[in-house]
């Protein structure tokens, strides 16, 4: 790596992309980028052109010597690759709009990555994500793979479970947006914050919290009880706890956890905005709308405040921070998803998990934090089951398969609910899921 570092962003064309950028940008002093790889596919050629042209000047601007290369061809961009990440979406918001509306129909929480959707996703994901593996492993197998595509902790657990890549983090921007809430709650910096993280992605649990290494827990939980205060992200309604649920639960729970401890709310709230300003999706896709015209002025060489409107804040910063803390062997503590070892001791040893890490050059080493709360320990065994089962059904294609993971997912009622969703969905992403299909028709 003594030549500079070289990454490869498959998905390139996302809207988050300057948001990287930026995060490159600001580190460059202790991780030299020297070339960035922009890839995407055909059908997001338009978004990438304009996104790399921003992402150009945003060099251009700071004065580094970052090249900065967009094309469509992942194989020609892997080549020699210190550093992959993926931030890709299979079938684009379109799909993501099926995933967020079919579930409604049947009364179920339409959402990206958890319920019905979530299970969509992984299934369209999945494939793609072992094929990029399989690329890796031909043709940058030193590389470390960086992780955003959700479900991000199903996508973990299939490369973990499914390719021979071993270098694999799974990151997400829900505990940095948890700590930067807590901080605020506290009115403290967020620097002087630590929180114990565990459990799995979007399923994620603050077991204690430090300001200046004295544990505040009970401070931030009457924070989080406070109807005003309740933590959540962008794309999460931030619809409050019940004060006393929050002071027996002990510990945080992450703005997801509202789909579980308040699923009639949430889906009353989600009917009511698919009635009025559109599910998650659509509202996305007006943003992007006005984002991707923001990109192509040619005057534009910054990251443009409106991106801070997507769900993603601090995605740059938990993403450029890991990097940097592999590339330079940091030794610091953060939370990703990784290959559990025994660090949560109710879940698999070789099943992906959400916990702090020490982050060194071998990669991320997770933090034993013992049992989780009686509590809390069996939902996130049941997401953990059903993601296994998700991703097992993602690879093999098998329809029974399937239906079981529709069925053990908590949000869904029942296996007849749970099979008309399944089947109206399959339909629907019948392009996607060519595992399925090929199958059937054979
Ligand atoms: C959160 C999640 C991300 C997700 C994002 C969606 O921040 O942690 O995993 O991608 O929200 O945001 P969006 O603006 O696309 O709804």
Known sequence: MSKGVK?????????????????????????????????????????????????KRMVAKAGLPIEVH?????????????????????????????????????????????????????????????????????????????????????????ILRYSNIKKVVGLCNVPIGMRMGIAKSLNVEPERVQVNFAGLNHMV????????????????????????????????????????????????????????????????????????EGTRAEVVQRLEKELFELYKDETLDIKPPQLEKRGGAYYSDAACSLINSIYNDKRDIQPVNTRNNGAIASIPEDSAVEVNCVITKDGPKPISVGDLPVAVRGLVQQIKSFERVAAEAAVTGDYNTALLAMTINPLVPSDKIAKQILDEMLEAHKEHLPQFFTKIEA
């Open 7 to 55: 990454i490869v962003t498959i998905g390139g064309g996302s809207s988050y992309t300057p948001e990287l950028v930026e995060g490159f940008i600001k580190r460059y002093d202790e991780l030299p980028v020297r070339e960035l790889w922009l890839v995407d596919i055909e059908a997001g050629k338009e978004k990438l052109e304009i996104v790399g042209n921003l992402a």
């Open 70 to 158: 967009l094309t469509l061809d992942r194989r020609e961009a892997l080549k020699g690759a210190d550093f992959v990440t993926t931030q890709f979406r299979v079938g684009l918001l379109e799909a993501r709009a099926k995933d967020e509306k079919i579930p409604l129909k049947y009364n179920v929480i339409g959402q990206e990555t958890n319920g019905p959707g979530g299970l969509f996703k992984g299934l369209r994901t999945i494939p793609v994500i072992l094929e990029i593996c399989k690329d890796i492993e031909e043709l940058c197998p030193e590389a470390w793979l960086v992780n955003f595509t959700n479900p991000a902790g199903m996508v973990t657990e299939s």
């Open 205 to 276: 649990y603050g077991l204690d919290t430090f300001v200046d290494g004295v544990s505040v827990q009970e401070q931030v939980i009457e924070a989080m009880a406070n109807p005003d205060n309740a933590l959540t992200m962008k794309n999460i309604s931030g619809l409050s706890w019940e004060p006393d649920f929050i002071r027996g639960l002990g510990v945080i729970p992450c703005g997801y956890h509202r789909y579980y401890y308040k699923t009639d709310e949430m889906l009353q709230e989600e009917v009511e905005k698919a009635e009025t």
